[in-house]
């Protein structure tokens, strides 16, 4: 639990966004949530009511925490009302221009004392930094899915980050109970630069067809030791964001060919199967 209470705004309330306010009101922080779909917004309350709901049942806290947990996340559709906010976490889709101007947005309205970071899984810090007052606040805070169970957050700092602003994200992931690492902005920063292969030579293995996508998956996991084959994964992600975090670090890295995205994730974008968040994808899913 938090040593202090901090008003946090998560923007976004899909796949991300949910359990990052879901951490930050385990640990006490009053939350509001914000996402321009209502639909999204009664699914992240379903979600929580869900996740605590089964804590209760553990005995892992009682039916008053949960209640008090549940009251200090207010689901918003208005930007303004993030104005009083010490921290703002985005969770928005994997494009920089949405992020710009969320970011945009934020530099107008919040106070230049506030923490304002990005979930992004790979887009420049720098880059959605750049041009905005007050650049030295905006940093990338990159939780990994699930956000209440993956105990890592990369801490990335931007060419125009403080080292200030740097050392508070850091200790607010460690409030969270989190595993903060400090990563300099770079393409994919660690981990999605990492396990771009991951995923790139699953889908070459695919397209040449020399294994199904449950045999790839079976091999990882059964030989290979990964908790989630790479297409359980993908699925898990959402192939949007997949597949939006391939392009990113692909012309980031000028078009390195180690990092050419998929056609196989492409067909799959436009088609809508956007794995289980649609219902299906490499599986499918009870909707
Ligand atoms: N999915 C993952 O496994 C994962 C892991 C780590 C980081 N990320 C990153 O987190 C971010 C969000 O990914 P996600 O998987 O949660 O996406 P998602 O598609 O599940 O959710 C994004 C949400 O943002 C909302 N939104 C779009 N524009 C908005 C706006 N202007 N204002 C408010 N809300 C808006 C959408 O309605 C949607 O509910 C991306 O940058 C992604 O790269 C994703």
Do not use: W
Request: include cysteine; proline fraction near 4%.
């Amino acid at each position: 639990m938090a040593t202090h209470t901090e008003t946090v705004g998560v923007i976004g309330a899909g796949t991300m966004g949910a359990g990052i306010a879901l951490v930050c009101a385990r640990n006490g922080h009053q939350v509001k949530l914000l996402d321009t779909n209502q639909a999204v917004l009664d699914k992240a309350l379903a979600y929580l009511q869900a996740t605590l709901s089964r804590d209760v049942e553990k005995g892992k806290i009682t039916e008053e925490k949960k209640t008090e947990t549940l009251a200090l996340v207010d689901r918003i559709s208005d930007m303004e009302l993030l104005a009083d906010c010490d921290i703002v976490i985005e969770a928005v889709p994997e494009r920089l221009d949405l992020k710009k101007n969320i970011f945009s947005g934020l530099a107008r309205i919040c106070r230049s004392d506030a923490l304002l970071l990005s979930n992004t899984s790979s887009i420049s810090i720098t880059e959605i930094a750049g041009g905005l007052p007050h650049p030295e606040r905006i940093l990338g805070f990159h939780f990994f899915n699930p956000a209440p169970v993956m105990p890592l957050v990369e801490v990335i700092r931007g060419t125009k980050s403080s080292e200030e602003n740097v050392q508070r994200a850091y200790r607010f992931a460690e409030e969270l109970g989190k595993v903060p690492v400090l990563v300099t902005d770079s393409p994919g920063f660690i981990v999605n630069r990492i396990a771009r292969p991951y995923y790139n030579e699953a889908l070459r293995i695919l397209g040449d067809n020399l294994a199904d996508v449950e045999k790839i998956d079976r091999i990882m996991k059964k030989a290979g030791g990964f908790k989630m084959g790479p297409f359980e994964l993908q699925d898990m992600i959402g192939i949007d964001i997949n597949f939006a975090t391939t392009q990113s670090v692909y012309t980031d890295f000028f078009h390195e060919g180690r990092f050419k995205p998929s056609r196989i994730q492409q067909r799959m974008v436009q088609a809508g199967s956007l794995g289980r968040k649609t219902g299906e994808g490499f599986y499918d899913y009870d909707k």
